[in-house]
């Protein structure tokens, strides 16, 4: 599988990146007995301008389906990065009626560089048209400013 990242052009409001990259990734699914699927993938997010942003994918998990009515998913992965991302700067510059300065970050400005998440999802036949379905990833390790759990539902319409 292969990923092309174009660049943001909203970086400054923490839209993502303004340089490209890329993400090639070897995927593989294997079959298991009682409609369970084992799924691993890894690869190597190169941004071209950013080594803070480059960093090796991981992830595996399984699957189970229940005779195509639904799908259960639950999973770990990760990403290791060439160094912590530098979310704020640790010092500024200021002015005020008093004159001007520069202050000083009072906490660390730098996340860490190994995230692991833990990883779930599931997936309902409403009908043979409309699929519901919902996803979750929370942190498994302390590596900075992260939220709790972040969460997606997704509502699939076929005409």
Avoid: C
Wanted: charged share 15%; glycine share 12%; aromatic share 14%.
């Amino acid at each position: 599988m292969f990923e092309v990242y174009f660049p943001s052009p909203s970086e400054g409001e923490f839209a993502g990146s303004d340089s490209p990259a890329i993400l090639p990734r070897l995927v593989a699914a294997f079959a298991l007995p009682y409609a369970a699927k084992l799924h691993v993938d890894a690869g190597y997010d190169y941004d071209f301008d950013h080594d803070e942003l480059r960093r090796f994918v991981w992830n595996f998990g399984l699957s189970l389906g229940l005779g195509g009515l639904a799908t259960f998913d639950a999973g770990v992965g990760g990403s290791k990065f060439n160094q912590g991302v530098q979310w704020t700067p640790s010092t500024a510059p200021f002015t005020n009626a008093n004159g001007s300065g520069t202050i000083q970050a009072l906490g660390d400005t730098r996340l860490g560089s190994n995230f692991i998440d833990a990883l779930g999802g599931m997936k309902f036949r409403l009908s043979d048209r409309s699929v519901i379905s919902g996803a979750v990833s929370v942190p498994l390790n302390n590596q900075g400013f992260r939220a709790a759990a972040v969460g997606t539902v997704a509502a699939e319409f076929y005409f």
